[in-house]
Protein backbone atom coordinates (compact mmCIF):
# COMPACT_ATOMS: atom_id res chain seq x y z
CA UNK A 1 0.00 0.00 0.00
CA UNK A 2 1.36 3.46 -1.09
CA UNK A 3 0.05 5.90 1.19
CA UNK A 4 0.56 9.96 0.89
CA UNK A 5 3.00 9.60 3.82
CA UNK A 6 4.82 7.28 2.12
CA UNK A 7 4.96 9.03 -0.87
CA UNK A 8 6.01 12.48 0.83
CA UNK A 9 8.79 10.61 2.46
CA UNK A 10 10.08 9.59 -0.97
CA UNK A 11 10.16 12.94 -1.53
CA UNK A 12 12.32 14.05 1.15
CA UNK A 13 14.75 11.28 0.80
CA UNK A 14 15.17 12.57 -2.70
CA UNK A 15 15.28 16.50 -1.33
CA UNK A 16 17.79 15.11 1.50
CA UNK A 17 19.99 13.58 -0.81
CA UNK A 18 20.13 16.28 -3.49
CA UNK A 19 21.07 19.03 -0.76
CA UNK A 20 23.82 17.05 0.81
CA UNK A 21 25.06 16.71 -2.83
CA UNK A 22 24.54 20.18 -3.75
CA UNK A 23 26.09 21.74 -0.16
CA UNK A 24 28.88 19.15 -1.13
CA UNK A 25 29.78 20.47 -4.52
CA UNK A 26 29.45 24.39 -3.57
CA UNK A 27 31.93 24.04 -0.86
CA UNK A 28 34.41 22.07 -3.09
CA UNK A 29 33.43 24.57 -6.03
CA UNK A 30 34.49 27.58 -3.72
CA UNK A 31 37.42 26.03 -2.04
CA UNK A 32 39.16 24.01 -4.84
CA UNK A 33 37.24 25.61 -8.48
CA UNK A 34 36.32 23.43 -11.35
CA UNK A 35 39.10 20.95 -11.35
CA UNK A 36 38.40 19.41 -7.65
CA UNK A 37 34.42 19.33 -8.46
CA UNK A 38 35.92 16.78 -11.83
CA UNK A 39 38.30 14.89 -9.48
CA UNK A 40 36.50 14.50 -6.84
CA UNK A 41 33.13 13.25 -9.19
CA UNK A 42 35.70 10.69 -10.42
CA UNK A 43 36.51 9.51 -7.04
CA UNK A 44 32.72 9.17 -6.10
CA UNK A 45 32.09 7.39 -9.67
CA UNK A 46 34.78 4.52 -8.23
CA UNK A 47 32.12 4.78 -4.90
CA UNK A 48 29.70 4.35 -7.13
CA UNK A 49 31.50 1.30 -9.41
CA UNK A 50 31.61 -0.76 -6.06
CA UNK A 51 28.35 0.14 -4.59
CA UNK A 52 26.21 0.06 -7.48
CA UNK A 53 27.12 -3.47 -8.28
CA UNK A 54 24.85 -4.61 -5.49
CA UNK A 55 22.54 -1.72 -5.56
CA UNK A 56 21.61 -1.72 -9.62
CA UNK A 57 21.18 -5.16 -9.41
CA UNK A 58 21.11 -7.59 -6.03
CA UNK A 59 19.12 -4.99 -3.52
CA UNK A 60 16.66 -4.05 -6.81
CA UNK A 61 15.68 -7.53 -7.28
CA UNK A 62 15.79 -7.69 -3.39
CA UNK A 63 13.20 -4.94 -3.24
CA UNK A 64 11.22 -6.60 -6.48
CA UNK A 65 11.23 -9.96 -4.79
CA UNK A 66 10.21 -8.14 -1.10
CA UNK A 67 7.31 -6.65 -2.66
CA UNK A 68 6.22 -9.90 -4.39
CA UNK A 69 6.82 -12.31 -1.22
CA UNK A 70 3.59 -13.72 0.74
CA UNK A 71 5.57 -15.08 3.81
CA UNK A 72 7.80 -13.55 6.58
CA UNK A 73 9.34 -16.14 6.40
CA UNK A 74 10.80 -15.83 2.45
CA UNK A 75 11.45 -12.36 3.30
CA UNK A 76 14.02 -12.90 5.78
CA UNK A 77 15.79 -15.32 3.51
CA UNK A 78 15.57 -13.01 0.97
CA UNK A 79 17.37 -10.53 3.01
CA UNK A 80 20.17 -12.85 4.21
CA UNK A 81 20.62 -14.18 0.99
CA UNK A 82 20.98 -10.86 -0.60
CA UNK A 83 23.49 -9.70 1.73
CA UNK A 84 25.55 -12.42 1.04
CA UNK A 85 25.41 -11.65 -2.73
CA UNK A 86 25.77 -7.72 -2.86
CA UNK A 87 28.75 -8.16 -0.74
CA UNK A 88 30.58 -10.51 -2.66
CA UNK A 89 29.62 -8.89 -6.08
CA UNK A 90 31.05 -5.69 -5.02
CA UNK A 91 34.16 -7.17 -2.90
CA UNK A 92 35.36 -8.63 -6.36
CA UNK A 93 34.88 -5.74 -8.14
CA UNK A 94 36.65 -3.46 -5.58
CA UNK A 95 39.84 -5.43 -5.91
CA UNK A 96 40.02 -4.05 -8.74
CA UNK A 97 39.46 -0.34 -8.16
CA UNK A 98 43.68 0.67 -8.11
CA UNK A 99 44.09 0.07 -11.62
CA UNK A 100 41.32 2.61 -12.62
CA UNK A 101 43.64 5.12 -11.01
CA UNK A 102 46.22 5.43 -13.99
CA UNK A 103 43.40 5.49 -17.00
CA UNK A 104 40.77 7.35 -15.73
CA UNK A 105 42.92 10.70 -14.49
CA UNK A 106 46.18 10.73 -15.95
CA UNK A 107 48.26 10.39 -12.74
CA UNK A 108 46.12 13.35 -11.04
CA UNK A 109 44.35 10.80 -8.55
CA UNK A 110 47.15 8.19 -6.88
CA UNK A 111 45.69 4.35 -6.90
CA UNK A 112 45.54 4.88 -3.12
CA UNK A 113 42.89 6.48 -3.27
CA UNK A 114 40.84 5.16 -5.72
CA UNK A 115 41.35 1.59 -3.31
CA UNK A 116 39.73 4.17 -0.38
CA UNK A 117 37.09 5.04 -2.42
CA UNK A 118 36.44 1.20 -3.53
CA UNK A 119 36.34 0.50 0.03
CA UNK A 120 33.98 3.59 0.83
CA UNK A 121 31.22 1.89 -1.87
CA UNK A 122 31.37 -1.42 -0.18
CA UNK A 123 30.61 0.47 3.39
CA UNK A 124 28.09 1.86 1.50
CA UNK A 125 26.06 -1.37 0.91
CA UNK A 126 25.08 -2.10 4.32
CA UNK A 127 22.69 1.14 4.53
CA UNK A 128 21.67 0.31 0.84
CA UNK A 129 20.37 -3.08 2.17
CA UNK A 130 18.66 -2.13 4.39
CA UNK A 131 16.85 0.67 2.57
CA UNK A 132 15.97 -1.76 -0.39
CA UNK A 133 14.26 -3.98 2.23
CA UNK A 134 11.95 -1.65 3.74
CA UNK A 135 10.93 -0.30 0.36
CA UNK A 136 9.82 -3.54 -0.84
CA UNK A 137 7.98 -3.31 2.62
CA UNK A 138 6.63 -0.14 1.78
CA UNK A 139 8.10 1.69 4.65
CA UNK A 140 9.53 5.33 2.91
CA UNK A 141 8.72 6.60 6.64
CA UNK A 142 11.16 4.73 8.33
CA UNK A 143 13.54 5.21 5.17
CA UNK A 144 13.57 8.71 5.68
CA UNK A 145 15.07 8.28 8.77
CA UNK A 146 17.86 6.44 7.01
CA UNK A 147 18.26 9.05 4.73
CA UNK A 148 18.85 11.48 7.38
CA UNK A 149 21.55 9.26 8.84
CA UNK A 150 23.47 8.89 5.59
CA UNK A 151 22.87 12.53 4.55
CA UNK A 152 24.90 13.52 7.26
CA UNK A 153 27.72 12.01 5.57
CA UNK A 154 28.30 14.11 2.80
CA UNK A 155 27.75 17.31 4.98
CA UNK A 156 30.77 16.09 7.33
CA UNK A 157 32.48 15.54 3.95
CA UNK A 158 31.32 18.98 3.37
CA UNK A 159 32.75 20.28 6.28
CA UNK A 160 35.59 18.89 5.84
CA UNK A 161 36.45 20.61 2.36
CA UNK A 162 35.84 24.23 4.12
CA UNK A 163 38.36 23.24 6.72
CA UNK A 164 40.76 22.90 3.73
CA UNK A 165 40.95 19.09 3.74
CA UNK A 166 43.04 17.16 0.50
CA UNK A 167 40.56 14.54 -1.66
CA UNK A 168 42.35 11.98 0.44
CA UNK A 169 41.05 13.44 3.44
CA UNK A 170 37.84 13.91 2.47
CA UNK A 171 37.77 10.59 1.66
CA UNK A 172 38.84 9.28 5.10
CA UNK A 173 36.21 11.38 6.35
CA UNK A 174 33.06 9.76 4.25
CA UNK A 175 34.65 6.11 4.75
CA UNK A 176 34.70 6.96 7.97
CA UNK A 177 31.65 7.89 8.97
CA UNK A 178 30.70 5.21 6.62
CA UNK A 179 31.87 2.69 8.88
CA UNK A 180 30.04 4.00 12.20
CA UNK A 181 26.73 4.30 10.48
CA UNK A 182 27.24 0.94 8.95
CA UNK A 183 28.33 -1.26 11.89
CA UNK A 184 24.77 -0.17 13.54
CA UNK A 185 23.08 -0.98 10.37
CA UNK A 186 25.01 -4.52 10.59
CA UNK A 187 23.78 -5.53 13.67
CA UNK A 188 19.97 -5.19 12.62
CA UNK A 189 20.30 -6.91 9.38
CA UNK A 190 21.64 -9.20 11.26
CA UNK A 191 18.99 -9.87 13.63
CA UNK A 192 16.42 -9.41 10.88
CA UNK A 193 17.67 -12.28 8.85
CA UNK A 194 18.97 -14.60 11.61
CA UNK A 195 15.88 -17.05 11.22
CA UNK A 196 15.95 -17.41 7.58
CA UNK A 197 19.20 -19.34 6.93
CA UNK A 198 17.20 -22.92 7.04
CA UNK A 199 15.36 -22.01 4.28
CA UNK A 200 15.77 -22.99 0.54
CA UNK A 201 17.20 -21.89 -2.21
CA UNK A 202 14.75 -20.57 -4.05
CA UNK A 203 15.42 -16.76 -2.92
CA UNK A 204 19.23 -16.98 -3.46
CA UNK A 205 18.55 -18.14 -7.17
CA UNK A 206 15.93 -15.35 -7.58
CA UNK A 207 17.91 -12.81 -6.85
CA UNK A 208 21.16 -14.38 -8.54
CA UNK A 209 19.30 -13.76 -11.54
CA UNK A 210 19.51 -10.10 -10.59
CA UNK A 211 23.61 -9.95 -10.40
CA UNK A 212 24.36 -9.86 -14.11
CA UNK A 213 22.32 -6.46 -13.79
CA UNK A 214 24.31 -5.64 -10.86
CA UNK A 215 27.38 -5.72 -12.49
CA UNK A 216 26.07 -4.31 -15.92
CA UNK A 217 25.05 -1.19 -14.60
CA UNK A 218 27.26 -0.91 -11.43
CA UNK A 219 30.09 -0.86 -13.48
CA UNK A 220 29.35 0.03 -17.37
CA UNK A 221 27.92 2.93 -16.01
CA UNK A 222 30.47 4.35 -13.24
CA UNK A 223 33.09 3.21 -15.34
CA UNK A 224 31.10 5.01 -18.41
CA UNK A 225 31.97 7.94 -16.72
CA UNK A 226 34.95 7.91 -15.43
CA UNK A 227 36.08 7.27 -19.26
CA UNK A 228 33.35 10.05 -20.47
CA UNK A 229 35.41 12.84 -18.02
CA UNK A 230 38.60 11.24 -19.18
CA UNK A 231 38.09 11.60 -22.63
CA UNK A 232 36.67 15.28 -22.54
CA UNK A 233 39.62 16.33 -20.35
CA UNK A 234 42.31 15.36 -23.55
CA UNK A 235 39.42 16.86 -25.64
CA UNK A 236 39.36 19.77 -23.74
CA UNK A 237 40.48 20.44 -20.41
CA UNK A 238 39.39 19.46 -16.76
CA UNK A 239 37.98 22.63 -16.45
CA UNK A 240 35.81 22.47 -19.05
CA UNK A 241 34.86 18.58 -17.47
CA UNK A 242 34.02 20.49 -14.74
CA UNK A 243 31.90 22.87 -16.11
CA UNK A 244 29.82 19.88 -18.08
CA UNK A 245 29.76 17.84 -14.15
CA UNK A 246 28.11 21.24 -12.73
CA UNK A 247 25.37 20.88 -15.75
CA UNK A 248 24.61 17.31 -14.94
CA UNK A 249 24.41 17.92 -11.37
CA UNK A 250 22.24 20.94 -11.86
CA UNK A 251 19.49 19.01 -13.88
CA UNK A 252 20.43 15.75 -11.18
CA UNK A 253 17.89 18.10 -8.76
CA UNK A 254 15.01 16.54 -11.63
CA UNK A 255 16.53 13.06 -12.49
CA UNK A 256 17.19 11.85 -9.16
CA UNK A 257 14.21 13.27 -8.42
CA UNK A 258 12.22 11.22 -11.25
CA UNK A 259 14.49 8.37 -10.54
CA UNK A 260 13.62 8.57 -6.56
CA UNK A 261 9.76 8.59 -7.21
CA UNK A 262 9.87 5.69 -9.89
CA UNK A 263 11.91 3.99 -7.67
CA UNK A 264 10.50 4.63 -3.96
CA UNK A 265 6.68 4.63 -5.25
CA UNK A 266 6.68 2.93 -8.62
CA UNK A 267 8.72 0.44 -8.46
CA UNK A 268 6.98 -1.88 -5.70
CA UNK A 269 3.65 -0.60 -7.55
CA UNK A 270 5.30 -2.32 -10.81
CA UNK A 271 6.72 -4.97 -9.22
CA UNK A 272 3.33 -6.03 -7.34
CA UNK A 273 0.54 -5.39 -10.32
CA UNK A 274 3.13 -7.09 -13.34
CA UNK A 275 0.90 -9.91 -15.15
CA UNK A 276 -2.17 -8.27 -13.93
CA UNK A 277 -4.29 -5.65 -16.40
CA UNK A 278 -3.72 -2.95 -13.56
CA UNK A 279 0.81 -3.40 -14.68
CA UNK A 280 -0.37 -1.00 -17.82
CA UNK A 281 -2.16 1.35 -15.78
CA UNK A 282 0.48 1.80 -13.33
CA UNK A 283 3.05 2.61 -16.16
CA UNK A 284 0.63 4.93 -18.01
CA UNK A 285 0.71 6.54 -14.67
CA UNK A 286 3.53 6.45 -13.62
CA UNK A 287 4.85 8.33 -17.39
CA UNK A 288 2.34 10.81 -17.19
CA UNK A 289 3.41 12.18 -13.69
CA UNK A 290 7.03 12.07 -14.12
CA UNK A 291 7.46 12.62 -17.47
CA UNK A 292 5.19 15.88 -17.52
CA UNK A 293 6.18 17.32 -13.85
CA UNK A 294 10.57 16.48 -15.25
CA UNK A 295 9.59 18.57 -18.55
CA UNK A 296 8.59 21.20 -16.41
CA UNK A 297 11.18 21.70 -14.18
CA UNK A 298 13.83 20.93 -16.87
CA UNK A 299 12.49 24.15 -18.72
CA UNK A 300 12.50 26.22 -15.86
CA UNK A 301 16.62 24.85 -15.49
CA UNK A 302 17.14 26.07 -18.93
CA UNK A 303 15.55 29.30 -18.89
CA UNK A 304 17.64 30.03 -15.55
CA UNK A 305 20.74 28.09 -15.89
CA UNK A 306 23.38 30.67 -15.98
CA UNK A 307 21.85 32.10 -12.34
CA UNK A 308 21.44 28.70 -10.87
CA UNK A 309 25.33 27.27 -12.00
CA UNK A 310 26.27 30.59 -10.41
CA UNK A 311 24.20 29.74 -7.28
CA UNK A 312 24.85 26.23 -7.00
CA UNK A 313 28.57 26.72 -7.77
CA UNK A 314 30.10 30.27 -8.92
CA UNK A 315 29.97 32.78 -12.04
CA UNK A 316 33.25 30.06 -13.25
CA UNK A 317 30.79 27.48 -14.10
CA UNK A 318 28.99 28.54 -17.37
CA UNK A 319 28.18 26.46 -20.42
CA UNK A 320 26.35 27.89 -23.84
CA UNK A 321 22.49 27.90 -24.41
CA UNK A 322 22.86 25.02 -26.94
CA UNK A 323 25.16 22.64 -24.57
CA UNK A 324 22.59 23.07 -21.75
CA UNK A 325 19.54 22.33 -23.92
CA UNK A 326 20.71 19.64 -25.59
CA UNK A 327 22.07 18.14 -22.01
CA UNK A 328 18.71 18.87 -20.20
CA UNK A 329 16.60 17.04 -23.05
CA UNK A 330 18.71 14.06 -23.25
CA UNK A 331 17.86 14.12 -19.24
CA UNK A 332 14.71 13.87 -20.27
CA UNK A 333 14.60 11.25 -22.73
CA UNK A 334 16.78 9.49 -20.30
CA UNK A 335 13.80 9.67 -17.61
CA UNK A 336 11.59 8.84 -20.28
CA UNK A 337 13.92 5.52 -20.81
CA UNK A 338 13.78 4.85 -17.08
CA UNK A 339 9.88 4.34 -16.56
CA UNK A 340 10.44 1.22 -19.16
CA UNK A 341 13.70 0.15 -17.42
CA UNK A 342 11.76 -0.28 -14.07
CA UNK A 343 8.70 -2.18 -15.86
CA UNK A 344 11.67 -4.78 -17.03
CA UNK A 345 12.67 -4.53 -13.26
CA UNK A 346 9.44 -5.72 -12.48
CA UNK A 347 9.07 -8.20 -15.11
CA UNK A 348 12.93 -9.51 -13.61
CA UNK A 349 14.11 -9.36 -17.67
CA UNK A 350 17.22 -9.33 -16.32
CA UNK A 351 19.15 -9.73 -19.81
CA UNK A 352 16.91 -7.90 -21.62
CA UNK A 353 18.42 -4.76 -18.83
CA UNK A 354 21.99 -6.03 -18.93
CA UNK A 355 21.77 -5.57 -23.27
CA UNK A 356 20.22 -2.52 -22.83
CA UNK A 357 22.95 -1.14 -20.77
CA UNK A 358 25.47 -1.23 -23.39
CA UNK A 359 23.21 1.50 -24.95
CA UNK A 360 23.18 4.20 -22.38
CA UNK A 361 26.48 5.81 -20.62
CA UNK A 362 28.94 3.28 -22.13
CA UNK A 363 27.22 4.15 -25.97
CA UNK A 364 28.07 7.94 -25.09
CA UNK A 365 31.74 7.17 -24.03
CA UNK A 366 32.17 5.42 -27.05
CA UNK A 367 30.32 8.19 -29.33
CA UNK A 368 32.78 10.92 -27.35
CA UNK A 369 36.04 8.75 -28.00
CA UNK A 370 34.91 8.31 -32.00
CA UNK A 371 34.20 11.85 -32.39
CA UNK A 372 37.51 13.49 -30.24
CA UNK A 373 38.96 15.34 -32.44
CA UNK A 374 37.86 18.67 -32.58
CA UNK A 375 35.50 17.87 -29.71
CA UNK A 376 33.62 21.07 -28.07
CA UNK A 377 31.04 20.86 -25.59
CA UNK A 378 28.28 20.96 -28.21
CA UNK A 379 29.01 18.10 -29.52
CA UNK A 380 29.77 16.19 -26.37
CA UNK A 381 26.05 17.35 -25.38
CA UNK A 382 24.69 16.55 -28.90
CA UNK A 383 26.03 12.87 -28.49
CA UNK A 384 24.65 12.51 -25.02
CA UNK A 385 21.15 13.21 -26.56
CA UNK A 386 21.73 10.25 -28.91
CA UNK A 387 22.83 7.94 -26.76
CA UNK A 388 20.01 7.98 -24.65
CA UNK A 389 17.54 8.63 -27.68
CA UNK A 390 18.88 4.74 -28.59
CA UNK A 391 18.82 3.54 -24.86
CA UNK A 392 15.12 5.11 -24.62
CA UNK A 393 14.29 2.87 -27.73
CA UNK A 394 15.69 -0.23 -26.51
CA UNK A 395 13.78 -0.09 -23.49
CA UNK A 396 10.33 0.31 -25.10
CA UNK A 397 10.93 -2.74 -27.63
CA UNK A 398 12.20 -4.79 -24.44
CA UNK A 399 9.32 -4.17 -22.33
CA UNK A 400 6.84 -4.59 -24.98
CA UNK A 401 8.63 -8.16 -25.93
CA UNK A 402 8.50 -8.94 -22.45
CA UNK A 403 4.69 -8.14 -21.80
CA UNK A 404 4.06 -10.32 -24.48
CA UNK A 405 6.64 -13.30 -23.40
CA UNK A 406 6.06 -13.03 -19.88
CA UNK A 407 8.93 -14.57 -17.95
CA UNK A 408 6.93 -15.09 -14.34
CA UNK A 409 3.70 -16.12 -13.45
CA UNK A 410 1.11 -13.18 -12.83
CA UNK A 411 1.29 -11.57 -9.44
CA UNK A 412 -1.83 -10.37 -7.30
CA UNK A 413 -2.25 -6.77 -6.97
CA UNK A 414 -2.39 -5.19 -3.82
CA UNK A 415 -1.27 -1.66 -4.59
CA UNK A 416 -4.38 0.77 -3.97
Known amino acids: ?33 PDTVALWAQLQSVVELVSSVAGAGVLSGLTVMIAQARDPRDERKLLHDALRLGLGASLAVGLTAPVLAA ?20 LAIVPATLNAYWLGKHQQPRMLVLALLTGTVL ?29 VIWRHLRKLSRVSRDGGDDS ?11 LAIGIMSPV ?9 SDALSWS ?10 SAEWVTATAAGVLSLVFLPRFSAAFGTAQFGREMTRAGMIVLSAAACLLLLIFFNQRALLATLYDARFAVSDETAALILLGCW ?50 LFLASYLVYAGFNVAALWYSLRNPAIAPQGANIE
Open 103 to 122: WFTHGKIGPHLFLLAALTGL
Open 240 to 249: DVGFLQALWR
Open 1 to 33: MTSIYSILAAFAIILIDLFARAGLDKVLALTGG
Open 333 to 382: VRIASWVFLFGLFAAHRTWLIVAGEAFSLPLYALLLWLSADGMTTERAAW
Open 204 to 214: FRGLAKFVPVG
Open 155 to 183: LLVAAGAWLGLPLSGLLLVQCGALLALGS
Open 224 to 232: SMLLVRGTL
